[in-house]
């Protein structure tokens, strides 16, 4: 007897289950709306950060032109798009120049918080000991200083509270590092304590496995599932430390480089006189950028959690159901079908149980 093999259905392609790509398909509803709000923000500010020497008219540090100095404070009009600052610099040329110092300050942060924590976390977790227990201490400890005074600490430090762009965005970054990797290392430490007690590391472990080879091949990849979660809730709070930093007056010098802290602290006694777009355009900047990167990463969590996840399977039911209600339509045409369609003449079939005496289904 031949045996007939039904194959499957062909396999997607791999862009559908890329990062991103996979959560924009499940995500339904107000889920999708805030995912698909979240990164065109994010989209928008990188296209700006890449693209700053195209878009913008002017460098961040430019004064004049072949027309002469700019004028101080002028409002948005032919030649400054929107007005130009206290200093004379153009205002939408440094919000688009300062798009690259603030996504330069999240790269180089998160990329130091990824690496150190998720070392630290699978050495601790797995090794254990009294190198476990020190780990842990120092991480405890750290939670008790705020990010931004780290910052400031740092930045002067590194050099001396007026930073060049670089330095400014170091300090910003090492801080954002420094108070970031416990957050890290706890997700991936306690991920690698649970998984070095699973049968496949423990087999590892028999054949004679090295200790390098079972975290890179084994542990790495099960115990950093959560991280792109913890990524993108906390990626904003390095562009705040960076703006934090330039207001208070510890950030990046105006010709080194944009920062827009720097530019809503030069705003302040602006806005006494009435002259709103020095300030304005800014911080406007900022809250667009951080609202992105927080729609995103909260969107990812609500994928990511069973508890917080729409399904998508919830609205194909509720249609489902609405489909097979019977209306009062559907009971009449059903009660006058002809004996040709259904065998039977009437409203009642033969074979339905409780009306045939001799069904099993039958009441005595």
């Known amino acids: 007897m031949s045996e007939t093999v039904v194959h ?24 999708r709306a805030m995912l698909v709000a979240g990164l065109v923000l994010c989209a928008a500010f990188v296209v700006a950060a890449l693209l700053a020497p195209v878009i913008a008219p002017y460098s961040y540090s430019q004064l004049s032109d072949d027309a002469g100095s700019f004028a101080r404070q002028a409002p948005p009009g032919d030649g400054h798009l929107w007005g130009t600052t206290v200093g004379g610099y153009d205002v939408f040329s440094r919000v688009v120049w300062g ?32 190198l476990d227990r020190l780990l842990v201490t120092i991480c405890d400890a750290i939670y008790a200083f705020p990010a931004l005074l780290l910052a400031i600490v ?10 060049s762009r670089w330095g400014g965005i170091l300090a910003a970054a090492l801080s954002i590092t420094v108070v970031f990797v416990p957050q890290y290392f706890r997700v991936v430490r306690a991920e690698t304590v649970r998984l070095k007690a699973e049968a496949f590391v423990e087999s590892a472990q028999v054949i004679g496995t090295s200790t390098p080879r079972i975290l890179s091949r084994h542990v790495l990849r099960n115990a950093t599932r959560s991280l792109p979660l913890i990524i993108t809730l906390n990626a904003s709070e390095a562009i705040l430390t960076l703006a934090g930093l330039g207001f208070l007056g510890f950030g990046i010098v105006p010709t080194a480089a944009a920062e827009w ?3 809503l602290n030069r705003a302040i006694a602006d806005v006494a006189s009435g002259i709103w777009w020095t300030g304005i355009f800014p911080g406007l900047a900022i809250v667009l950028l951080v609202l ?39 009971a ?14 009437g409203t009642t079939p033969p074979d339905r149980p409780g009306t045939d005496p001799t069904s099993p289904g039958a009441k005595p």
């Open 99 to 130: 798009a690259q110092t603030a996504l330069s300050t999240v790269i180089i942060a998160v990329a130091a918080s990824l690496f150190l924590g998720i070392f630290l976390g699978l050495v601790s977790g797995y090794l254990g000991g009294w």
């Open 292 to 330: 992105g990167v927080t729609l995103v990463g909260e969107s990812l969590n609500d994928l990511s959690d069973p508890r917080l996840r729409i399904r998508r399977r919830a609205a194909g039911t509720a249609d489902a159901i609405a489909r097979d209600a019977v209306g009062p339509d559907a």
């Open 8 to 31: 499957g259905a062909a396999a997607e392609p791999r862009w559908k289950k890329l990062p991103l790509v996979w959560q924009l398909r499940q995500s339904v509803g107000l889920q």
């Open 332 to 345: 009449t045409a059903t009660s006058v079908r002809s004996p040709d369609e259904t065998g039977w003449s």
């Open 154 to 163: 740092l930045s002067i430090i590194i050099s001396g509270g007026q930073s």
């Open 261 to 263: 802290g720097y530019d």
